[in-house]
């Protein structure tokens, strides 16, 4: 098969690379004749894990090219992938379908008859749809398909995902659309993994139900949490109580300050937006947006209880920024909440994080980066861990401690036992949903 995948982000990037390794010839096209540059220099402009030397591979196979001109992408292929940015709309939280429309727009105008036109960005229901009479507007007299074809890979686990995943859902009207998304996918079908099939509405809903119903099980146990601290209970043991019952399960039970990141903030406010604009308000959804912020003040919150009530003047490590380890990706991560409102409050921050510092650098500008946890801590008032990377998940506790100021320390993602804080030196500490802090 020969594909053309429009954005090379997070998902055109992996998904372009995974579909060459398949043995697919990929031409990926992107707008930002930078990243191009370095695509074709061989550099992946993001961080995800094995991507460059599978990227490498292929492209040395000649399987996977890249370049700025959509025209070059589309000859002869047998699919165009539009995996371009859809984030949310300033104003009302839903989608901004502008990149998408305009992605539509550009193939219809050089697109052959027999195109597999294939939506993997998240749409709300209905885009799909939308797309096709968009399409069909700019180019009356082509024949093509529309197939939607959501994508569930995560940062930081983006191949093993694409690779493996769970379920591959697709979406679409006619048999022969079916049978190029089943040709492109075959590797998949060969090795068992299951694969939906279905109408273009429902593969549109898939999507966001399953980020919805992630981001309620997130926001479910920090809400446990909160009421773990206040009764005495540890939130670690619930998590695991319930987890193991095979109807709930273990995954996405982790408390912790509250969800970021480029999928779930603005599919919620999507998801929610599109109910309230037909009438069948989602109230459960509603109110998860509501309490991921509540979750994120809190954070705040607990760190200024650990330091007096008031962090003016006192130094802070951060340790951690990204929305999750594994990632450099810093949309909407709780760092963006909780940083600031420390600034604000007169706080002096230091960072460490692994890879965030490219992309944290323009949206924390005023903090101080460090390389290292150990120079970020030394001489400060209090540590924060935001975000669980390996990095910080095996500190030397009281080398830490013994480089501080004051021993305090906030593990907002419950990484360390108390008691091992406390041998360390530390003496104040908060987590998430423990007992026994002080
Ligand atoms: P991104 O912002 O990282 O990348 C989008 C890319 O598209 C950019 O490189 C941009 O330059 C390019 N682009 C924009 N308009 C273009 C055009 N007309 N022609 C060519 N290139 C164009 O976005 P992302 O994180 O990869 O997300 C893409 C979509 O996939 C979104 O709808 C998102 O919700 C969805 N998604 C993301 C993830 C994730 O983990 N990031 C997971 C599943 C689904």
């Not at 292929?58 to 700025?68: I, K, M, P, S």
């Not at 569930?152 to 190029?180: H, Y």
């Not at 549109?204 to 309620?216: D, R, S, V």
């Not at 380890?325 to 949309?331: A, E, I, L, N, V």
Request: aromatic share 6%.
């Amino acid at each position: 098969m020969r594909i053309a995948m429009i954005g090379t982000g997070y998902v055109g990037l992996v998904s372009g690379v995974c579909l060459s390794d398949f043995g697919h010839t990929v031409t990926c096209v992107d707008t930002d004749a930078a990243k191009i540059d370095r695509l074709r220099a061989g550099q992946v402009p993001i961080y995800e894990p094995g991507l460059d030397q599978l990227m490498v591979r292929n492209a040395e196979a000649g399987r996977l090219r890249f370049t700025t001109d959509l025209a070059e992408a589309l000859e002869g292929a047998d699919a165009a992938f539009i995996a371009v940015g859809t984030p949310s709309r300033r104003g009302d939280g839903q989608a901004d379908l502008s990149y998408v429309m305009a992605a539509a727009r550009d193939v219809a105008r050089l697109a052959h008859d027999g195109l597999v036109i294939v939506v993997k960005s998240t749409v709300p229901v209905g885009t799909n749809a939308r797309v096709a009479a968009e399409i069909a507007a700019t180019a009356p007299d082509l024949s093509f398909d529309i197939v939607s074809n959501p994508e569930f890979l995560r940062e930081g686990a983006a191949i093993e995902d694409f690779m493996k995943p769970d379920r591959v859902v697709f979406g679409c009207k006619s048999e022969r659309a079916a049978g190029v998304m089943r040709d492109i996918y075959r590797p998949l079908f060969l090795r068992s993994f299951p694969i939906v099939e279905t109408d273009l509405e429902s593969a549109e809903m898939i999507k966001y139900a399953a980020n919805a119903f992630l981001a309620t099980k997130i926001t479910f146990i920090n809400e446990i949490a909160a009421l773990c601290e206040r009764i005495g209970a540890d939130v670690r043991e619930v998590s695991r109580g319930i987890g193991l019952d095979g109807r709930i399960g273990p995954k996405f039970l982790h408390a912790g300050p509250g969800y970021g990141g480029s999928c779930f903030p603005k599919d919620t406010r999507a998801l929610a937006r599109t109910a309230q604009e037909v009438g069948i308000p989602l109230q459960i959804v509603e109110a998860v947006i509501g309490s991921n912020e509540t979750a994120k003040r809190r954070a705040v919150e607990k760190i200024f209880e650990l330091c007096d009530d008031s962090v003016a003047n006192k130094t802070i490590a951060v340790l951690g920024v990204t929305f999750k380890p594994g990632t450099d990706d810093m949309r909407e991560a709780p760092a963006l909440t909780i940083v600031p409102a420390l600034i604000g409050a007169g706080a002096h921050v230091r960072v460490v994080d692994p890879k965030g510092r490219v992309e944290g650098a323009a949206l924390l500008p005023s903090v101080t980066w460090e390389d290292d946890a150990y120079a970020a801590a030394a001489d400060a008032d209090a540590v924060v861990l935001l975000t669980e990377w390996n990095a910080f998940r095996a500190l030397d506790l009281p080398r830490l401690a013994g480089g501080m100021r004051t021993r305090r320390f906030a593990d907002l993602r419950n990484v360390y036992p108390i008691d091992a804080l406390r041998a360390a030196g530390f003496d104040r500490i908060v987590g998430v949903g423990r007992p026994g802090y002080g």
